[in-house]
């Protein structure tokens, strides 16, 4: 959830909004709030993944029954691309049970992270909680803050956490790092701003962003900062690496590619009308990004040019998914405010299927094997779709923004208030 809407004065502005509709300014409001089109330009590039076809993948030869490999999922949106795909290599297509649930006192809002059976979720209320993944036994737990909007991410000695608020009402935002074993603290660093932007660690350098703007590049070991970026307005989303670049929208209305070696502009493109909240994907030489003006755009990854930009009737504070779908090519699937669910042409914006889900959607998808999954913030509910055909495969009466992570063995599921295991049923147990 975006956190403007945690505040009293939404519902103050809302007001003020209704009297002055009420006062005769109708037509002034609505021309001020037309939602913009849709926008086509031919010929940006776009790199063309090699097509996959459900004919060229072989059957499995029959084997042994072996115990599943588990796999770490080390940051939002699962690759240093945010693609939110995760491809294992044993089928995970259900039917699912229930293998244990922790339940929480506060809001889940963002996915936890995974390292070799360990399981990292920061609680909305500043709380950082590490459990068993094969259990769901707790295995530490530390108050890291006040305030917090984002998932941590983690190597093979630290956990790193962002912040929005270390203290209550302070304004001030938090970066830590801590021990993954048992929590202890490596070091802290005080930010000027809140921040609740994904940390994004490559090699020894973790970067995020905050809200007043300023993308941080600091040494992982140390908190040491090696350089600052500012942007014209706040930077919510995780930076996105790709190609030895950075990519980013913000509250300014623009998306930029700065250098992660120095944190120089690259290009920076203001196509958007409003707000970028949205985490970029980037993949075949394009930039996915969703806006606060209702659409979906894709720039060229080089140059930052505008390949389409696709309007959905609502807010798109979901980032992309994007997922090279058998038999039908590169796909990016988004949700949006208007209570649809969307896969779009990732060359050309064109809709593939559209799925009606009858609430808000605030989250940002998953894509796991050939199933798209997403979480309805009104229903309170987690769906998963068929890639291809976006036919519903899956559902859950538990979920409200982001939904489904995985190791390979099971998916965990986050709820409004509790993260759930669920384990897929053998055939010998069906």
């Not at 399981?119 to 590490?130: A, M, N, P």
């Amino acid at each position: 959830m975006p956190s403007f809407l945690r505040k009293p004065k939404v519902l103050i502005a809302l007001g003020v909004a209704v009297l002055v509709l009420a006062g005769g300014a109708v037509a002034a409001y609505l021309i001020a709030t037309k939602k913009p089109g849709d926008v086509t330009n031919t010929g940006v590039e776009f790199t063309a993944p090699p097509p996959v076809t459900t004919e060229t993948v072989p059957e499995p030869e029959p084997e042994k029954p072996k115990k599943p490999k588990t796999v770490s999922w080390p940051r939002y949106g699962y690759t240093l691309q945010h693609t939110r795909n995760f491809q294992p290599e044993r089928v995970l297509n259900g039917p699912w049970r229930k293998d244990w649930v922790h339940q929480v006192r506060a809001l889940t809002e963002f996915p936890p992270v995974i390292w070799k059976g360990k399981i990292f979720q920061l609680i909305d209320d500043g709380e950082l909680v590490s459990l068993r993944a094969r259990d769901g036994k707790r295995r530490w737990t530390r108050r890291v803050g006040a305030l917090a909007a984002s998932s941590p991410a983690v190597d093979a000695e630290y956990v790193y956490v962002v912040l929005l608020e270390r203290s209550s009402g302070s304004g001030q935002g938090r970066v830590m790092a801590l021990r993954q074993r048992d929590g202890r603290i490596r070091w802290s660093k005080v930010l000027p701003s809140r921040a609740e932007s994904s940390p994004l660690v490559i090699g020894n350098r973790l970067y995020f962003g905050s809200e007043d703007g300023t993308v941080y590049a600091l040494d992982k070991r140390s908190g040491r900062e090696i350089w600052t970026y500012r942007a014209n307005g706040a930077v919510k989303g995780s930076p996105t690496y790709s190609d030895g670049k950075l990519y980013f929208g913000n509250y300014g209305g623009d998306v930029q590619a700065i250098r992660a070696s120095n944190g120089r502009l690259v290009w920076r493109n203001g196509a958007g009308v409003a707000n970028f909240y949205a985490t970029a994907a980037v993949a075949y030489g394009r930039v996915y990004i969703g806006n606060t003006d209702g659409r979906l755009y894709s720039f060229s990854a080089r140059s930052g040019a505008l390949a389409w930009a696709r309007q959905t009737g609502g807010y798109v504070y979901s980032s992309a998914a994007v997922h090279n779908v058998p038999d039908v090519g590169p796909t990016v699937f988004v949700g949006s405010y208007d209570g649809g669910f969307y896969a779009f042409d990732a060359r050309t914006g064109d809709t593939r299927w559209r799925h009606e889900a009858g609430g808000k959607i605030s989250g940002s998808p998953t894509v796991i094997g050939n199933t798209v999954y997403f979480a309805n913030l009104a229903k309170r509910e987690t769906v998963g779709l068929n890639t291809r055909s976006g036919r519903r495969v899956f559902h859950r009466s538990t979920g409200s923004f982001d939904p489904i992570v995985s190791d390979g063995v099971r998916l965990y599921l986050t709820g409004s208030s509790s993260l759930t295991a669920l384990r897929q049923v053998s055939e010998r147990h069906r």
